[in-house]
């Protein structure tokens, strides 16, 4: 029925299975369609037994990066011209730099930009920056830049730091146990703002070139130039609270004690010393990996110092080289990679025994955290047992890949059969563990829901300073918990059930906090309540499924614009993408038990674009990292899911053929 199929690391080789279907020219084009596409991915696997695509964000990525280097005085002219010219083949007609394709410009993101284009070479006069100026000035030049680009600017002395948030650095000293401590902020923004509090009490700066800075995006000259904080809605806000809070900060800025200043600049240098991975990185993601290296630099750490050489090595592990440009990364996603490329191999048929799948456990299992990460401040009983998003990012392993990573090893078979065994007992007890007291888990902590931190002035590039509960989180739990043996009436799982039918949406949907948007979070909360157990027949399952339904476009496929955190009106709408198209025909095949016209036009949509490489062309944006304000493109979203889909839908027909 299909040809063998190597396995990725050699050695004999095996066939693809795919169960039987019905005789019908639809059935064949199914099966070839998965067995292309198993081949096409098979080929992409690393000897070690991972897998690892780029991970593309913004503008932003390659502008820091280029800041960054120029700080830190190791500039690569031969990087710095890749960098820039991914820089100058994303920038848009009007001479912006945008969040997401289709998006309209973001200002801050343009005005790092266009700085760092003058840094590597570019001048003012050229075309494309004359164009970039022309826009950032007619949304207020640089007085508006966001709140990270300001410390990116004020290190290279192209604005003042006092234009800066105020973040003194004794909020380090703020005790556990007080509802303002940096253990109440996410992760990232935990990580993040260290770094910064250290920046901030430093003032480093590094001077460069007149030619070289951005003189030219004040409006009004710099010592007339006011920089704003961020708007509040009404003068009663949250947002008023914290912008008046800043002003107060600054004034203790000022006129801080001295030897509390020394004692938190201490223990705040102790805390990114001890939070240094084992590959020199910090946090898993680009703000801390470049940020905490700034911050300690500022502090006098030189490039020879063993802390600033393996920080600056790290750094590369975030460069995609396409050849003639470079993709700096916001992180690298290979055990993310893996769990679903191994899951969409096994959902499609391959055997649980196939070496590609042994290698992939192998892996996985090698990778398990078994440190006591920030994790352990609100859970301090629970035994490690997790699994980070990346190579090296011990502090901060997540539930969502712990459970999809847990998925995969439950339904695959590994060399050493009692390692399998520990890791799936260690890893499930973790993942549960991290259940919070709503009911609903979230990707690094429990409990982290003090949402009023997001009005803060450093929070306002993100708005996302907390790490609160979420449906496609919870979702991947529920399946997690189903693939080792788990039913619906466990307590941890009665809870979950319990939460996401009170944050279903009124529409029948769920939010999707990870990926864009609701048809994500449908999917996934549909995927995990029909593994654990859940009746399909139950009304608020139907009315998920309705929805999935409605948003179904007319070409046949599914889509949705990153525009929908900010615009209910664009939920579940978008240009059809083969990502969004999988996670509906996921959700579709998870919340009833036939195979309906809805899902059979899907599965024609995704036959009818693969391409001869065997997976399929994406452009739009379909990972969230912050919603409304950061998004992301996973380079095999568009091989993966679609693959678990279809095979989910072939093993659908197969079963019912066999009736």
Not at 253 to 258: E, G
Request: proline letters at 5%.
């Amino acid at each position: 029925m299909s040809e063998a199929i190597e396995s990725a690391n050699g050695g004999a080789p095996e066939r693809t299975f795919v169960a039987p279907a019905p005789h019908d020219e639809s059935a064949d084009k199914l099966r070839s369609t998965i067995d292309h596409a198993q081949r096409a991915l098979l080929a992409l696997q690393h000897p070690e037994g991972y897998w690892q695509a780029a991970l593309e964000a913004n503008a932003e990525m390659n502008a820091e990066f280029i800041i960054f280097n120029r700080f830190m005085g190791v500039s690569d002219p031969a990087t710095e011209a890749k960098l820039r010219r991914h820089l100058l083949e994303i920038q848009q007609p009007d001479g912006s730099w945008n969040l997401f394709p289709g998006g309209e410009g973001d200002l801050s993101t343009s005005i790092e930009a266009y700085f760092a284009l003058k840094l590597a070479g570019l001048r003012a006069g050229d075309e494309q920056m004359m164009q970039a100026r022309r826009w950032i000035l007619a949304r207020g030049g640089i007085a508006r830049s966001g709140t990270l680009a300001r410390f990116y600017l004020a290190a290279m002395n192209q604005v003042p730091w006092d234009c800066t948030t105020a973040l003194p650095v004794e909020w380090i000293l703020t005790p556990d146990w007080l509802p303002v401590n940096i253990y109440e902020l996410s992760s990232w923004a935990r990580a993040t703002l260290v770094a910064l509090m250290l920046l901030r009490a430093g003032r480093p700066v590094v001077e460069i070139d007149w030619r070289e800075g951005v003189l030219e995006l004040y409006i009004q000259p710099p010592h007339f130039t006011k920089f704003e904080l961020p708007r509040p809605a009404h003068w009663w806000s949250p947002r008023q609270f914290f912008n008046l809070a800043d002003q107060l900060l600054r004034l203790y800025d000022r006129h801080h004690l001295k030897g509390l200043r020394r004692d938190a600049v201490a223990r705040a240098e102790r805390w990114l010393l001890d939070h240094q991975d084992a590959n020199g990185s910090w946090g898993g993601i680009q703000p801390c990996y470049l940020l905490s290296a700034m911050a300690l630099k500022g502090l006098g750490y030189r490039n020879d110092h063993p802390v600033i050489k393996k920080a600056l090595e790290a750094t590369r592990e975030l460069i995609w080289d396409r050849g003639d440009s470079i993709l700096f990364q916001p992180c690298v996603s290979p055990n993310w990679d893996t769990a679903l490329a191994a899951k969409g191999l096994i959902d499609s048929g391959l055997p649980a025994g196939h070496p590609a799948l042994r290698d992939a456990s192998k892996w996985l299992i090698d990778h398990q955290i078994f440190k006591r990460g920030d994790w352990s401040i609100k859970r301090p009983h629970l035994e490690p047992g997790g699994w980070a998003f990346q190579f090296f990012n011990d502090w901060y392993p997540d539930v969502d890949d712990a459970a999809a990573i847990l998925i995969v090893l439950a339904d695959s078979a590994a060399d050493d059969a009692d390692a399998r065994e520990r890791a799936i007992s260690r890893g499930a007890n973790w993942v549960m563990g991290m259940q919070s007291k709503d009911g609903g888990f979230a990707a690094f902590d429990v409990d982290n829901k003090a949402t009023w931190f997001n009005y803060a002035t450093f929070a306002a590039d993100t708005e996302s300073a907390t790490d609160p509960t979420c449906p496609d989180l919870t979702g991947r739990v529920l399946e997690m918990m189903a693939a080792v043996g788990y039913r619906a009436d466990h307590p941890v799982a009665r809870r979950a059930i319990a939460w996401l039918k009170r944050e279903q949406e009124d529409d029948g949907s769920w939010w999707g906090r990870w990926g864009v948007n609701y048809i994500y979070g449908t999917g996934t909360a549909l995927s995990g309540l029909r593994a654990i157990g859940v009746d399909p027949g139950e009304p608020w399952i139907k009315r998920a499924v309705e929805w999935l339904k409605s948003k179904q476009n007319e070409d046949g496929g599914w889509g949705e614009s990153c525009l929908s955190d900010k615009d209910p009106a664009w939920r579940g709408r978008g240009t059809s993408t083969p990502s969004q198209t999988a996670w509906a025909m996921i959700g579709l095949l998870a919340g009833e038990n036939g195979i309906g016209p809805h899902l059979m036009r899907g599965m024609q949509w995704l036959v009818e674009r693969q391409r001869e490489s065997g997976d399929w062309e994406e452009t739009e944006f379909t990972g969230t990292g912050f919603p409304n304000h950061f998004y992301l493109s996973y380079h095999l979203y568009a091989h993966y899911f679609p693959l678990l889909a279809l095979g989910r839908l072939s093993k659908r027909m197969a079963e019912r053929a066999a009736r």
